[in-house]
């Protein structure tokens, strides 16, 4: 049975699409939103967003390094199984329908190519990583290379033996290897036990600000189309690594992200996890003045013995503002949004956040706790 594929399209108060949008296959449904979130009542409680970004083909010129004109980023939103090579076969015929749909910059869930396999302990699943370059990368590097897309691609990485990562890999719209972010922030959780699999980014052992777009394992990109940072899942929660990224110089901030419910709690918290999920990422957007892209996984994930993960989706793009300028729901779908470097520059002048940062007091923040000890009674 032909899986049917959504596309949410960010526009402005308009259902149409650009004319040389071309053809979707038969089994695309398109969902053209006007506004999207953008223009959706308020008793959401989000601020007006009837300036959202209209979904059109970019005209940004080609040439390298070019990151002042509107970009167009793709955020794949789909499901994986035990299956690899369809899994990488399946994200491959999504990058080629994002890049159809006008996407430049392409971003893949996080570990796109297999199932979460965090889910338990277990020495075999080592088996999944692959070095970068590897297999994976090169067979994207080909893709990127024809359609003239950057693609983000976060898998598991095999370093050397005994050091695995969980990464992702940036190649340029060239099909040239940008480099690899390494995730710096390990969770462990009841079905999320990552500690086992991952060794963390090596903040300590990398470029100190010497070398330009790193910092203490933050790394930055200049694309073809603009200047990306990358970061993974579990940094979303961190402010700091928001911040340090946007000060190395990133427009958008993209979060490759593997997220779901526990079946048994979906009822009481499922809504509240997923809100907060959002919001504190919406917040990295303010606060730092670039635009958020994050794509989730869907789907439910077994797993022996227990109740499993149901991945819940929910991808977005923010902008500046945090107002949501593409987003979807639980399904399978493929968000396109535009970005203009224009909106950062011009919330900055209003918000200049990071012109009023207090540099000269903030080295309390590198202890982990400021307080006295607290006394059990």
């Given at each position: 049975m032909r899986q049917q594929i959504h596309i949410a399209i960010a526009a402005r108060g308009t259902g149409r699409i650009s004319p040389n949008a071309g053809e979707e296959p038969g089994n695309i449904r398109k969902i053209i939103r006007p506004g999207t979130a953008a223009e959706q009542p308020s008793n959401r409680g989000y601020p007006d967003q009837s300036r959202g970004t209209r979904a059109t083909v970019s005209t940004v010129d080609c040439s390298p390094n070019v990151t002042n004109a509107p970009f167009t980023i793709g955020l794949i939103q789909d499901h994986a199984t035990e299956d690899v090579a369809a899994n990488v076969a399946r994200a491959e015929q999504l990058v080629r329908v994002a890049a159809q749909r006008g996407a430049q910059i392409i971003c893949l869930?996080?570990?796109?190519?297999a199932e979460y396999f965090c889910k338990a302990q277990a020495c075999d699943r080592f088996d999944l990583a692959e070095p970068i370059p590897?297999?994976?990368t090169e067979r994207m590097q080909v893709i990127a290379r024809e359609l003239q897309v950057v693609i983000i691609v976060p898998l598991f990485e095999r370093q050397t033996a005994g050091i695995y990562r969980n990464s992702a890999a940036i190649i340029d719209a060239d099909g040239s290897l940008l480099g690899v972010y390494r995730k710096m922030h390990i969770p462990d959780d009841p079905l999320f036990y990552e500690k086992y699999y991952f060794t963390p980014g090596d903040g300590h052992l990398d470029y100190h600000g010497e070398r330009a777009g790193e910092a203490n394992g933050f790394k930055t990109w200049k694309t073809r189309y603009a200047t990306i940072g990358v970061l993974i899942c579990w940094d979303q929660w961190y402010p700091e690594a928001a911040r340090i990224t946007t000060l190395l110089g990133a427009q958008v901030?993209?979060?490759?992200?593997a997220i779901g419910?526990?079946?048994a709690?979906?009822?009481?918290?499922?809504?509240?996890?997923?809100?907060?999920?959002r919001t504190v990422q919406r917040g990295h957007a303010i606060a730092n003045g670039v635009y958020v892209a994050s794509p989730n996984r869907i789907g439910h994930e077994d797993e022996p013995g227990t109740n499993g993960i149901t991945f819940f989706g929910h991808s977005f793009v923010a902008d500046p503002?945090?107002?949501y300028v593409a987003e979807a729901g639980e399904h399978e779908e493929i968000v396109i949004a535009q970005c203009d470097p224009a909106l950062i520059e011009s919330v900055r002048r209003n918000w200049p956040f990071l012109r009023d940062r207090r540099v000269d007091a903030y080295a309390p923040i590198l202890s982990r706790y400021l307080g006295t000890t607290e006394q059990q009674s």
């Open positions: 869930k996080e570990l796109f190519n590897g297999p994976t901030l993209f979060y490759p992200t419910w526990h079946p709690e979906k009822d009481e918290w499922g809504k509240a996890q997923v809100e907060a999920w503002f945090g107002r």
